[in-house]
């Protein structure tokens, strides 16, 4: 918003996003963590709501097997009938850690939840309400308030 007052077209944080019923117990867990950092940043708006639940689910993901290789390891042997070893392959699980952390960090970012992205939607306010590089109008993130 600022000292010019409120756009039509920027988006208001609503605070009314509600926990989808299909997330598991520990999704919801995460949600709730999730949502409470969200509304004090003023970043959560109702149509983020999936996409806040796919970040739950993946993080969720993520952590059990980050758990499931912190157990095993990242690999296995391999052995014959004869038991000599033939190979050592790696658990599918280190694949999926591999897979889910770019796709976290890209939700994580979208959120403003690291540093950087805090940053960056920082400068991003700053220059608008100064009028440097505002030349963008349809940027969403020319928009974003941040509290706190």
Not at 25 to 32: I, M, N
């Amino acid at each position: 918003m600022g000292s010019r007052g409120p756009t039509p077209t920027e988006p208001k944080p609503d605070h009314g996003a509600r926990c989808p019923a299909w997330l598991d117990k520990d999704a919801k867990t995460v949600w709730q963590h999730a949502i409470r950092e969200l509304n004090a940043m003023g970043m959560m708006t109702k149509v983020d709501t999936n996409a806040l639940a796919r970040y739950c689910r993946m993080l969720v993901r993520w952590k059990q097997c980050d758990e499931f290789v912190r157990k095993y390891g990242e690999s296995f042997t391999l052995t014959d009938e004869a038991g000599k070893i033939r190979n050592r392959q790696q658990h599918p699980e280190v694949g999926i850690i591999n897979k889910l952390g770019p796709q976290l960090l890209k939700l994580e970012q979208e959120f403003g939840l690291t540093p950087a992205a805090r940053v960056r939607l920082k400068l991003t306010i700053a220059a608008e309400e100064t009028g440097e590089g505002t030349d963008d109008e349809d940027n969403p993130l020319l928009r974003l308030r941040i509290t706190g």
